[in-house]
Nanobody, 129 residues
Framework: QLQLAESGGGLVQSGGSLKLSCAGS????????VAWFREAPRKEREGISC???????????YYSDSVLGRFTMSRDSAKNTVYLQMNNLRPEDTGVYYC???????????????????WGRGTQVTVSS
């Protein structure tokens, strides 16, 4: 059974950078579509990036408009980990960031909550102005 654990969150000033990690255990993360979501206070959970299972898709990464050009998602199969490099952070990026995995999902755009069934506990990102 795949389990996910996020890390790397913290407090950063506007314009700064953070790199989040999502480590998989119990199964090979490469066999899953993987996504990053975030949830700001009093807002719905927002899908911000995703990529498909390594052997079933072309490796394309999808981003929401809100992070396109600032955030970069990547995989390290050897470490069974995915990353989210976040640059030029803004106060509106503040929230709890979650990674999620889907065993049957083939991404065709920014991720949606219902497409992913395995979730980590999240890591807090706070961007001060």
């Amino acid at each position: 059974q795949l389990q996910l654990a996020e890390s790397g969150g913290g407090l950063v000033q506007s314009g700064g950078s953070l790199k989040l990690s999502c480590a998989g255990s119990g199964a090979t993360l490469g066999y899953y579509a993987v996504a990053w979501f975030r949830e700001a206070p009093r807002k719905e959970r927002e899908g911000i990036s995703c990529t498909g299972e390594i052997d079933r898709t072309d490796g394309r990464i999808y981003y929401s408009d809100s992070v396109l050009g600032r955030f970069t998602m990547s995989r390290d199969s050897a470490k069974n980990t995915v990353y989210l490099q976040m640059n030029n952070l803004r106060p509106e990026d503040t929230g709890v960031y979650y990674c999620a995995a889907g065993g049957t999902t083939i991404p065709r755009g920014p991720p949606k909550v219902y497409e992913y069934e395995i979730w980590g506990r999240g890591t807090q990102v706070t961007v001060s102005s």
